[in-house]
C-alpha cells in the first residue's frame, strides 16, 4: 500500500508540473498540444537518424522528396527527377520556396545539404552511399553524380532535410552536430527549414513548439501550432490525456489501449508498424566485454545466437507484457519493405531444451553471463525483463542495464555494448536499412546502426548488389537473398513488430503513417472530424 501511494504522489506531481509547464501558454483553438515519452534530443536533421528525432524535425525541414497521405512517394523540394545517365541523376527543384528567415532556396542549398548529409558526424549517410557529389546545373537544377548505377536514388533523399548554406555558414554549423560526443551547437536548439512548421522553441526533456510556416509552398490542415510534451511516465502521459491537458498521445501505455477503446472517450488510430525490434550481439571482440565470460565470446557462435532465439518464448511477451499490441515475427522486414518474404516470418519454435543443448554443444554447458543493454522505454524495459527471465532458465544469466536515449544509442552506434535490444524503422526500400544494420561498419557511413559490429563478405556483396541492381524483379530477389542469408546466419534476432495506437480527442483528424510519424500537414481539428 505505501509503494502505491509513493506511486500516486509521483504521478500527482508529475501532472502538477506538466500543467504548470502547459499554462505558460495562452491555447488557440488549432493549437495540438501532443505527449510522448521521447525527446527529439537535437534539431539538427542530419545529426541524428531516431525515429523520435524525426517526428519533429521533419516539421522543420523539408527534403527533395517525401510522402503523401498513403505514405506513397511524393514529391517535396523536387518537383521531378529523371536518371539522366546511368551514374547521374538530374532532379529539378520548387520554385519560389522560402526559408524560415524570408531567404530563397537554390541549388546551392540543397548541393550544400546534401554534402553535409554525407559528412563523418552525420548519422544520414549510410542512406546516401554511392553519391558522390552533388553539382549546380542552375539556380533550380541539381545533378547527382553516383559511384555506381543506383535505380532507386529517389527514396533515399527522405528525411535528408535541406537546409541553408548562408545561416549554417552564420552560424558555423556547416558540419553536423557529433550527437555522440553530445557537442552543442546552434542548430542543435535553433532551425531554419523551409517546412510547414517552423521552431518556436526547443526546450530539451521538456517540450518543443512550433507555429505554423504561413509561407509553406504546400497544403496543410489547421493546426497552427504544435506542442511537443516530453511526459516520460506512462501514468502522468494518459493523466494530461483524460484530464484535457494534452490533446494527443503518440505512445499510449500497452495496458491503456484496451480501455481506451472500450469507453471510446477518445479516438484511436491503429496500424501495424512497419518497424521491427530485435535483440543485437557484440559479434566483433574476441573477449565479450561486459559478460563473465573469459577469452571467448559467445556470441561469434551461431549456436549460442539459435539458443537464445529458442529459449524466448516471444508469443507469450506479446500476450502478457504487450497485452497483444504487437505481432510475433521472425522476419527482419514487415511486408510493406520491397523484396519481403513471406514464408520468414515463421519464427524458430520456443524449445528451452533446444537451446540448452545448443548452449552445451558449443561449450558453454553451464551458460555464462552478461550484461543486456535497453533503452528506458517502458514498454521496452518491460520486453527486456522478460527476456532476461526466459533466458535464466536455459542458463544466460542476464544483468539487464536501462539507459536513457541520449546514452543509449551513443552505445549502439559507437558498439559499446555485448548484448541490447533495439528497434528498427525502414524505408520501403530495403538497401538503406540492410546498409545500416547488417552490413560491415565502416567510417564512411556504411553500418552506421550495426551496433554488434556484424561481418559477413557473402552478405556484404549482396547489399552491394542491391543498391545498384536497375532491374525491381532481380533486386527483389536479391533482397530476398540478403534475408534468407540473415535468417540462416541470425546477426539479429527479430522479436515483434508493434500495433500502432495513437490516443486523441475524438475531434482531431490525422493520417497514419506505419512509421510512426505524425505529420502535422495532416492533422485537422474540429470542423467536422468528431
Not at 283 to 290: G, I, V
Not at 430 to 442: D, E, G, K, T
Amino acid at each position: 500500500m505505501t509503494q502505491l501511494r509513493t506511486q500516486a504522489r509521483a504521478v500527482l506531481v508529475g501532472f502538477v508540473l506538466l500543467a504548470g509547464c502547459l499554462a505558460a501558454f495562452a491555447i488557440p483553438a488549432k493549437t495540438l498540444r501532443m505527449a510522448s515519452a521521447f525527446d527529439p534530443q537535437s534539431m539538427d536533421p542530419h545529426a541524428l537518424a531516431l525515429q523520435y528525432q524525426t517526428r519533429v524535425v521533419s516539421q522543420i525541414y523539408d527534403s527533395l522528396v517525401s510522402r503523401g497521405r498513403n505514405f506513397e512517394l511524393e514529391p517535396a523540394l523536387a518537383l521531378s527527377w529523371q536518371q539522366v545517365e546511368p551514374k547521374r541523376w538530374r532532379f529539378r527543384l520548387r520554385p519560389g520556396v522560402k526559408f524560415h528567415d524570408g531567404t530563397p532556396l537554390t541549388a546551392d542549398d540543397v548541393v550544400f545539404s546534401i554534402e553535409r548529409a554525407l559528412t563523418k558526424n552525420s548519422q544520414r549517410s549510410f542512406q546516401l552511399r554511392g553519391v558522390e557529389t552533388a553539382r549546380k546545373v542552375d539556380e533550380l537544377t541539381v545533378d547527382f553524380l553516383l559511384a555506381t548505377p543506383d535505380a532507386v536514388l529517389p527514396e533515399k533523399f527522405i528525411y535528408v532535410g535541406v537546409m541553408s548554406k548562408a545561416w549554417s555558414a552564420a552560424h558555423s554549423v556547416l558540419e553536423p552536430q557529433n550527437y555522440n560526443a553530445r557537442q552543442e551547437t546552434y542548430a542543435v536548439r535553433n532551425a531554419n527549414g523551409t517546412g510547414p512548421y517552423r521552431l518556436k522553441t526547443y526546450e530539451s526533456d521538456a517540450q518543443t513548439v512550433l507555429i505554423a510556416n504561413p509561407d509553406w509552398w504546400g497544403k496543410r490542415g489547421n493546426v497552427d501550432e504544435a506542442i511537443y510534451v516530453v511526459i516520460q511516465s506512462d501514468a502522468t502521459r494518459m493523466a494530461a490525456l483524460i484530464s484535457g491537458q494534452v490533446d494527443f498521445v503518440i505512445d499510449p501505455p500497452f495496458q491503456d489501449v484496451a480501455r481506451l477503446r472500450q469507453e471510446r472517450r477518445f479516438k484511436l488510430a491503429e496500424i501495424a508498424d512497419i518497424g521491427t525490434q530485435y535483440l543485437g550481439f557484440d559479434q566483433s571482440r574476441d573477449e565479450l566485454q561486459f559478460a563473465d565470460v573469459k577469452g571467448r565470446n559467445p556470441f561469434k557462435d551461431l549456436r549460442v545466437r539459435r539458443a537464445v532465439y529458442q529459449a524466448i518464448d516471444i508469443d507469450a511477451i506479446v500476450s502478457k507484457v504487450l497485452r497483444g499490441q504487437a505481432t510475433a515475427t521472425g522476419a527482419y522486414f514487415s511486408r510493406l519493405v520491397d523484396g519481403y518474404v513471406p514464408e520468414l516470418d515463421r519464427r524458430l519454435p520456443y524449445d528451452p531444451s533446444a537451446a540448452r543443448a545448443l548452449l552445451k554443444e558449443a561449450g558453454y554447458a553451464d551458460g555464462f553471463g552478461v550484461t543486456l543493454d535497453c533503452v528506458n522505454v517502458a514498454f521496452r524495459v518491460a520486453v527486456c525483463q522478460a527476456v532476461a527471465g526466459m533466458l535464466a532458465q536455459v542458463g544466460i544469466r542476464t544483468d539487464t542495464q536501462v539507459w536513457p536515449t541520449a546514452t543509449f544509442f551513443p552505445k549502439l552506434t559507437q558498439a559499446t555494448t555485448s548484448f541490447f535490444e533495439f528497434g528498427w524503422s525502414p524505408l520501403t526500400d530495403a538497401w538503406p536499412s540492410l546498409n545500416a544494420i547488417v552490413r560491415s561498419h565502416s567510417d564512411d557511413g556504411v553500418g552506421t546502426f550495426n551496433g554488434g559490429r556484424y561481418s559477413n563478405p557473402a552478405l556484404d556483396k549482396l547489399v552491394d548488389a542491391i543498391r545498384v541492381e536497375p532491374d525491381p524483379a532481380h533486386r527483389r530477389q536479391l533482397v530476398g537473398g540478403a534475408l534468407r542469408a540473415m535468417n540462416a546466419a541470425l546477426p539479429l534476432i527479430p522479436l515483434y513488430r508493434r500495433t500502432l495506437t495513437w490516443a486523441m480527442r475524438p475531434d482531431i483528424s490525422v493520417a497514419q503513417w506505419p512509421n510512426d510519424v505524425l505529420e502535422l500537414r495532416f492533422v485537422q481539428i474540429g470542423e467536422g472530424n468528431s
